[in-house]
DNA sequence: TCTGGGGTCCTAGGACCC
DNA sequence: TCTGGGGTCCTAGGACCC
């Protein structure tokens, strides 16, 4: 391998400014807002199923609660420090995030909103003491309009800005903004950023590089650029060039179209029978198809899979998936329902105890760049439709549904500790306005 | 007893064609 | 013994992200 210390020329004064705005601990700090005895407190929030931990509050990672650890692990360290618990309500977290999005919007033209509780925002043309300045009022005000914490990271690429962002959160010296524009601030962060937290550097890379003694994002950039193209290709390249501060992913200000779309659920408990799996199969195939139309996309095939339980070494496994193409571009919950049965039939072995089933509807094309080469029978059945997400979304969810979805649903999964949808669920806002 | 869900991009390898 | 070669397109699987 070979070494080299040459660094890219133009590293004295980075020009471009990139801001990175997260959200501390999200869901937990969406928790906190509509109950606000819990702050300071312990708080995780579950994955679907209540599996795993997904959110940690700041009193909870310093029990030692690891991210993505199963909840029966850790379930005595939760209830010796009295840890508030709860099930993930997405449709608050969506609405919050929404929220919060709407206000950092306001500070940049150009905006890119990177996940549920991250966005990236230009910030160019600013000089770095009015950077500071302008962080910490976006830092305020979303803080006092909807009560969630931020930390921002500023930096000459997507990739220096998630770096500055780590540290704002990490270190209290930083006071939740962190901004690295000088080379010499930048080396700094590199050397305290372990390999494995550099964004796009996954499980599997960082212990390849680890081998070679790379151990921090400074290693990284030692490293000759010919050998990272031929040992991680063209994505540890870009991860290279832009820790070096050139940039190679430009903010993404339209959102594209995706490109699949899917619906997966695990069992409360293993399910064997066909007819169980033949309901969960409707249920998910009708939540896909709604989601494509809200969307306005068109389907063109459907992946179905199936999975035993893979923890459980007891037992026998078995896992597959078959691919079925629709016989035209459609959202129409009936046909993908229709089909999904198809498919769930096919690739169904009797004798094993299944965890987990889904949907991935594939072939995603605009439903209004297609309409001409649809025949009369699409145009009836979306009207249909249309009445159905009418219905469903002023009565609520499933009050229409198909019958093939069935109505006795042991198969569903665990959801124990969920809280009010505070602000979507007309019950649940009531009950709030009465405390 | 109990271990999430939904996405993207890249790459290698197979199928197919001339 | 010995069975072309190069291009394109598609797909499955891997790795990663939040």
Redesign the pocket.
């Known amino acids: 391998m070979l070494y080299t210390t040459q660094l890219p020329n133009n590293h004295s004064s980075l020009q471009k400014s990139i801001a990175l705005i997260d959200c501390n601990n999200f869901y937990a700090s969406c928790e906190r807002i509509f109950n606000p005895k819990l702050i300071g407190k312990p708080i995780v929030v579950l ?3 209540d ?2 931990i ?1 959110t940690r509050s700041t009193e909870a990672k310093k029990l030692g609660i690891k991210m ?1 650890e ?1 909840y ?1 692990k850790v379930k005595k360290i939760i209830e010796q420090n009295n840890v508030r618990v709860f099930s993930s309500n997405y449709s608050l977290y969506g609405d919050i995030s929404q929220r919060v999005m709407e206000i950092l919007a306001n500070f940049a033209e150009d905006i890119e909103i ?5 966005a990236f925002l230009n910030l160019n043309g600013f000089e770095n003491y009015e950077i500071d300045t302008y962080c910490n009022h976006i830092r305020n005000k979303v803080k006092k309009w909807i009560g969630i914490p931020v930390s921002i990271g500023v930096g000459s690429t997507k990739t220096i800005s ?1 770096i500055a962002n780590n540290l704002a959160k990490k270190k209290p010296k930083y006071k939740g903004i962190c901004i690295l524009k000088e080379w010499i601030d930048i080396k700094e962060a590199l050397k305290n950023t372990f390999i494995e937290d550099v ?8 212990a390849f590089l680890k081998q070679y003694n790379i151990n921090s994002a400074h290693d990284f950039i030692q490293i000759d650029k010919g050998w990272i193209k031929k040992n991680l ?3 540890g390249e870009r991860i290279y060039l832009e820790l070096c501060g050139i940039s190679c992913l430009d903010l993404e200000l339209i959102p594209s179209d ?9 069992f409360k408990n293993p399910v064997e029978k066909i007819q169980d799996l033949e309901e969960s199969i409707s249920c998910y195939s009708s939540r896909v198809s709604e ?1 494509i139309r809200e969307e306005g996309l068109l389907a063109d095939a459907m992946n179905i899979f199936v999975l035993t ?1 893979c ?2 070494r007891r037992e026998k496994q078995y896992s597959n998936s078959i ?1 079925l193409q629709l016989t035209y571009p459609t959202n129409n919950s009936i046909k993908i329902v229709k089909r999904a049965l198809e498919g769930i039939r096919r690739i169904y072995r009797e004798g094993y105890r299944y ?2 089933v ?1 949907i991935v509807l594939q072939g995603l094309s605009r439903a209004d760049t297609m309409q001409t080469l649809l025949d009369h029978d699409f145009f009836i059945s979306n009207a249909v439709m249309e009445t159905i997400d009418t219905i469903n979304s002023r009565y609520g969810n499933s009050t229409v549904k198909i019958a093939a979805e069935g109505v006795t649903k042991k198969w569903i ?1 665990r959801r124990q500790k969920v809280s009010p949808s505070y602000t979507t669920r007309f019950e649940d806002l009531i009950k709030v306005k009465c405390k």
Request: aromatic residues 10%; positive net charge.
């Open positions: 994955s679907n199923n599996g795993c997904i993505g199963p029966f990177y996940s549920i509780d991250e998630k964004w796009g550097i996954g499980r599997k890379t960082s290709g063209v994505i995706k490109k699949s779309c899917c619906v997966s659920r695990s989601k339980n923890f459980n691919k965890k987990k889904g999964m």
